[in-house]
């Protein structure tokens, strides 16, 4: 089944270094979104990247997209401590419309 | 404004007893989601519904697993004769249009079976 794998597991950072997340997937995809889970907010959506965008800013985040590779990468630049979190790439793909998460990577950001 | 509520958030059940998870999503979404998310895992999907038609279910575990969304706004994940492995965060997600679109999540409903 179509499903986004994170890459590292786990990464610690300190406060103001970038931190950068790779995701890769198996199936042709619509389009590519990422998502932060924390124990204060829950899961929250981060940002979307169309099958035909090779990148994407929001803010301190760049997605980057390549599907010739099936790969993402989400890098999140002058990180801060309040960036721990887990982060998980959801891929969708062309003939259903379920994400299917992986397991995510654990940033740590000490301050 | 009201994101996408669930309750209980909690629920604490005894192994062979039915619970009920409830899921308010956001007013006017046309697409909800349900998850389950084991702990150090990632959510996996269970079932989605487009309005008040169940589109996909692939992900019910077994047949003891039910979710309804009669009027296409309020829904109800039941699960019959529960059992240790049901142990998880249920969340529920919706979003504006189709299931590739955003998703808004709720806060979980936790479930422990003793």
């Known amino acids: 089944s179509q499903q986004g794998e994170e890459d590292p597991q786990a990464l610690s950072i300190q406060e103001g270094e970038n931190a950068t997340m790779n995701c890769s997937y198996k199936t042709s995809i619509n389009n590519l979104q990422w998502y932060r889970q924390n124990s204060g907010r829950g899961l929250v959506h981060l940002i979307l990247i169309r099958s035909n965008e090779r990148e994407k800013h929001s803010g301190r985040l760049r997605v980057t997209l390549d599907t010739s590779k099936k790969s993402s990468s989400l890098l999140i630049t002058a990180s801060r401590a309040a960036d721990t979190a887990s982060y998980f790439c959801a891929p969708d793909s062309y003939n259903t419309d379920k994400l299917i998460f992986g397991t995510g990577t654990r940033l740590q950001v000490f301050p | 404004g009201a994101g996408v509520s669930q309750s209980p958030r909690y629920k604490v059940a005894k192994r062979g007893q039915d619970v009920a998870l409830r899921c308010d999503p956001i007013?006017?979404?046309?697409?909800l989601f349900w998850y389950q998310q084991a702990l150090g895992q990632g959510p996996e999907f269970l079932t989605y519904f487009q309005n008040e038609a169940q589109l996909d279910k692939s992900g019910l575990p077994s047949d003891r697993f039910f979710a309804e969304r009669p009027e296409g706004s309020v829904s109800t994940l039941k699960i019959q004769r529960t059992q240790q492995e049901d142990s998880a965060v249920y969340l529920c997600?919706?979003?504006?249009?189709?299931?590739?679109?955003?998703?808004?999540f709720g806060p979980g409903t936790r479930l422990t079976v003793t």
């Open positions: 007013s006017g979404h046309v697409s």
């Open positions: 997600a919706s979003s504006l249009v189709g299931g590739a679109d955003e998703q808004y």
